[in-house]
Each structure stands twice: as C-alpha cells, then as structure tokens.
C-alpha cells in the first residue's frame, strides 16, 4: 500500500517550523523536522503539498499560501465573516529576519561612545554589524585606525577615505597608518523597559 | 581528482573565537577552561610557549604569568560552530557536521559550478571564514575523509593541503602511521612489532595482514588512505540528541553517599534540561571518574523513556553499587542521557503505568515553577542532604557573555548572535 506523502500531521509540524522561524524550511531542515533520510524525499514532498495549494512557488522560491501560514489555533472559533487579515499574514517576516536576514556575519556591538548621536546612536545602543562587508561612501562602520576601534561615517573622496563623526565635537580623521574596517553597520536596537523589567 | 573531499578544520577553534571578539587578545597566549582548571583550548600564541590542551591553569601560569586566562562560552562557540558551517554549505550542499570545530564538505564537481579549481576553492572557503567570522581554518583536500583529515592537520594554523593521488605512495612515506585519525597510540605500538611505521608502510600491507593486526576498522582506514572510498560524507545531522551533566568536586571522596548525592545532582541536572527541550531517554549512563583520571562506567536501559530523574534513580543505585569501590578515590560523576527523543504524541505501551507517568510530569512541572522563582534543585532527592553547602566558587568562572547581559537579556535567555566587544 502506498504510503500518503500529505498528512495531518505533517502539515501541522510544518506549520509550526513556519510559524517560530518565519520562513519554509530548507530541504536538509525538512527532512530533520519530518523524518526524511533524504533531500529527494524532501522535494518530493514539496511537490505535493504544491499541488494541494498549500505552497506555490515564485521563480525557484518556494512561498507558503495562506492555507499553511494562514491556519491558526485557537481555543474557540469564532464564527461569522472570515477576516481578510488573515489572509495577508502570509508574506510577512519577523523582526529578526528585517534587522539581521540570514546572514552569518552579523555582529551586536554595544555602543559606549558618542560620536554618532547626531546619526540616532545613543551611547547604550546595541548595533548590528555586518562584519567583513566592504562599505561604500557614507557608509556607517566600526574601524580600526591606529590600534583604536571607531565607529564613524565612512567617506570616501579623491585624497582618500575620512572617517566623519555624527558629532560636532569630533574632529574627521584621515588614517596615517593603518585603517582596518571591521564592518559595516546595518541597524540600531534599542530596548525601552517599559515598565515590565525583568530581573 | 576524481573526488574532491576537504576537511575544514578551525584553528585553535575557542581561543580564536575569543581573539576575533575581543581585539585585545589578538596576538596574545590566550587559553579558556578557567571554569574547570584545565586548559581546553590554546591560542597560537600560547602553544609557541609549550602551553598545550589538558594541562593545568597552575603550570599555564608558571610558564606564562601573563597568559589570559577565560571561562569557556560554549554558547558563543556553538554560534561560531553554526556560522562556520552556513558558509561551507554555501559552496557545496553536502557537509558533514563531524565535530564542533571541524567538518567534511564534498567538493565533488562544484568546481564547474564555481568555475574555480578545487584549490581556489578552499582558498576561497578560509578566506571567507576569515572575513566573516575573524577565525582561521586550515582545510585538506583530497580523494577521501581519511585523506583529507591527515592533510588538513599537517600545516596548521591556515594550511591548505592537497593530497593528490598521483605520488600518493611516496607522500605516504613520509608520514607517520599514528597520524592516521583512528589509529591510536596502543595500535602503533603493536604495528611498529610488524615493522609499520609509516602511513606508507602500513597502505603496502596485505588485506590479510591489516585484518589481523587491525580489524573491521583498521581494514576501512587502510582502504582509505590508499584513495578507496569507504565513509560517504555523511550530510544529514543525527537526530539522536544526548545530554552530559559532570562535575568534578574538590578534595577527592571516597564517601559513597556523597558520591552517590553527586550522581543524583548529575542525574536531575541533566534532566531538567530534558524537560526544558521536551526530550526523553530510556537509556542513562553513569560514570564515575577516579582521581588517577581512569574511569568506569555503568549503561542503564529503561522500559520506558522518561525525563524524570525519580524513574531513573532505583536503576542508577543499583548500578552505582555495582561500580563503586569505596577503597579508591573519586574526583567526579557524570550521566549521559542517550539517543534522546522528542515528546511527541503519547504512546503507551502494554507494561506502562500511564497514571504515574501524567502524575510524574505534574510534580516536574511544578517543581520547574518553583525552580524559576527559588532557584536551581530547591526541589531535589533526598540524596542531596549529603551533598555539601554550595561554596560559590562559579560566580568568577561564568563566560563574560553571560555576565554582561544586553538589556533585556536574562541569565538563562540570551540573543543567538555573538557580542562583539569592541569600545565604540
């Protein structure tokens, strides 16, 4: 007897893959989640839950249908006109994936300074850092000049790259010697407590 | 080549991780282990003075007064280990996870897609790793995971070595046999009585000879050091999670029931963890280590897979009973909990008793509430009376990542991105 490819439960542990990671897993993550020995059952299965409709596909991008992102739990059913709401929550991302995305490079650094005030950096912030990215003009990066580690504009001119404080009270510097950019800044986080501290 | 295996292998792996975020300790002997005395991992700079892993922080310091000293952050290098192996699936789908710092990536025909030789292809792979995460990797590259492993070791830090089969022979005899991973110091002795001392004496073997002196093992290494394939790149992780709980007390004891308390303690840390990450083991192990560093174990099967310590705790006695020679010395115990798995839809069997299993998970759910409020085993076996009052000696061992918290952060939650600490 053939086995079924789509089950409830399958479907289900897919729905939760997607609902706490924001994203379908890759071949090699669905075969960890369901079971899978190998990439080719994976893609398999990605065929037929395409077909069903609860995926489709976007060039060679696989993108979950509201019938899979779409479906929530809750303790009671509420009845009457299904809201239009619901149906848009498919193409959204988490927080995380708009700050960092899927890349292995990302860095916090915690902001001690105050050279960047004027660009929104509050001594105290955490930034995200893409570290080893090559930056272009205007740029924010942390630096290595002289031994010393910098956070500043990157600017580049025709005598040579000047790294510029979003403070008046900083002078441009122009590496002598050495000028070692460790990365580039990508996003500011700031916490507020707002009331709820944790301890 | 008609394979192209390479083993990716990270140099110094946790000193590095520490070098590349704090500047400061770049070009310095660095060594982590503070929290158990020994040292785990040595920076470059540190084993050019001799400093090398397992000995102890008292001679680090009587050879390196100035040497830095740090807590191990496994958390942060268990990031770095998650990272590394992102960028190697970026040039070849197939990547073997081998260990926290190393892994088998099979280049096989992604040169075309690359269009790079397999050569600019590791170089390629170091560099990005060296961009990316600031830590170095030294890769070999050649016909099989034996082959690779032996040329990824052999120019370290930031080595790239091919071993191609062409001169393969040759080359061999130029390398020791005990270099070979899998052949250990007890094999080479009883090799060396055949007249084997190098990989080159050993791959002209007979099938028949490697066999005897060897074994089942033996006879796959011999076949892969001469460029036959035996182990496949194995890509897919092992769904079989374990968790090891160990501790090492101070002086050494002979005390049986406070070794056995220890056991216990083991035991329940290991399983609140369990039910932390809604796991459940039916198999325990239980070892006991002497103060001369030897060690003895115990494996213990349930009927039943449990995350309850109270489940485990008739079967641990009578095993630790079984081992326990109370005219020796002990300086630690450890639990393995193996071959784990997730809690998934309740499946009694026949021979359960499935009121005291629901009974049982709401005293540990109950039990972890008040963990979370009164602290760590302020609900414990009874066994526990005998262990002593808890000198706070870890309070200085704890990983600077777990003592400066982001806002928001708490001791047991932390962001799974690596703080970088640079002064800006």
């Known amino acids: ?199 | 080549m008609k394979r192209a295996i390479a083993h990716v292998d990270a140099d110094a792996f946790f000193a590095s991780v520490e070098q590349s975020l704090h500047p400061e300790y770049r070009g310095k002997p660095l060594v982590t282990g503070l929290e158990r005395n020994i040292v785990s991992a040595a920076s470059y700079e540190a084993k050019a003075l001799g400093i090398s892993r397992g000995i102890a922080l008292w001679d680090v310091k009587k050879i390196c007064p100035e040497c830095i000293i740090l807590p191990s952050d496994y958390e942060t290098y268990s990031l770095y280990s998650f990272r590394l192996f992102e960028i190697l699936r970026q040039y070849s789908p197939c990547v073997e996870e081998y260990s926290i710092d190393e892994a088998y990536v099979d280049l096989t025909g992604v040169s075309r897609l690359h269009r790079k030789s397999y050569r600019m292809i590791a170089e390629e792979i170091q560099k990005t790793v060296n961009k990316r995460l600031g830590i170095g990797v030294s890769v070999g590259l050649s016909v099989t995971k034996i082959l690779a492993k032996l040329a990824s070791g052999l120019e370290k830090p930031r080595g790239i070595t091919i071993i191609e089969e062409t001169g393969l022979m040759e080359f061999l005899s130029r390398i020791q046999v005990g270099k070979i991973c899998g052949i250990g110091p007890k094999t080479v002795e009883l090799l060396e009585k055949f007249g084997v001392r190098t990989a080159g004496d050993f791959s002209k073997l007979s099938e028949e000879a490697v066999k005897r002196y060897t074994g089942k093992i033996g006879l796959e290494l011999w076949r892969e050091i001469k460029g036959e394939m035996v182990y496949k790149v194995e890509d897919l992780p092992s769904k079989r999670y374990s968790i090891i709980k160990s501790k090492t007390f101070t002086p050494p004891s002979s005390n049986r029931e406070f070794i056995f308390a220890q056991a216990v303690r083991n035991l329940e840390s290991a399983c609140i963890k369990a039910q932390r990450h809604r796991l459940i083991s039916k198999r325990l192990i239980l070892f006991l280590r002497l103060n001369d560093f030897s060690h003895t174990s115990f494996k213990i099967e349930l009927f039943t897979p449990t995350n309850s310590p109270i489940e485990f705790i008739k079967e641990l006695r009578r095993s630790f009973e079984a081992i326990f020679d109370s005219t020796k010395l002990y300086r630690a115990t450890g639990i393995a909990l193996e071959k784990m798995r997730e809690i998934k839809e309740k499946q009694y069997s026949l021979f359960d008793n499935e009121e005291r299993t629901e009974e049982l998970e709401c005293l540990y759910e109950e039990i972890t509430k008040m963990s979370e409020r009164y602290g760590k085993h302020v609900v414990s076996a009874g066994t526990s009376l005998y262990l002593k009052r808890k000198t706070d000696s870890s309070r200085a061992t704890k990983p600077i990542r777990k003592e400066k918290l982001l806002p928001g952060e708490t001791f047991r939650k932390r962001i799974r991105i690596p703080v970088w600490e640079i002064g800006v």
């Open chain 1, 1 to 199: 007897m053939k086995k079924r490819i789509i089950t409830q439960e399958r479907i289900l542990l897919l729905q939760r893959y997607l609902r706490k990671n924001g994203k379908l897993p890759s071949f090699r993550e669905l075969g960890v989640l369901l079971g899978f020995k190998s990439p080719n059952a994976s893609a398999r299965f990605y065929r037929a839950i395409e077909q069903a409709g609860y995926i489709r596909r976007d060039g060679t991008k696989l993108i979950s249908t509201s019938l899979l992102a779409g479906f929530k739990c809750y303790s009671s059913i509420s009845a009457g006109f299904p809201s239009p709401a619901e149906d848009e929550l498919c193409d959204v991302i988490s927080l995380e994936e708009y700050l960092i995305g899927n890349n292995e490079s990302v860095f916090l650094v915690k902001v001690s300074g105050d050279s960047m005030i004027g660009a929104g950096i509050m001594p105290g912030d955490i930034i995200i850092v893409n570290r080893g990215a090559d930056p272009i003009s205007n740029d924010i990066v942390v630096a290595e000049v002289d031994g010393e580690w910098t956070l500043k504009y990157f600017i580049r001119t025709k005598h040579g790259v000047i790294l510029r404080a979003a403070n008046d009270s900083y002078p441009d510097i122009l590496p002598k010697n050495e000028l070692r950019i460790g990365g580039v800044v990508t996003g500011v986080v700031r916490r507020y407590y707002g009331g709820t501290r944790e301890s």
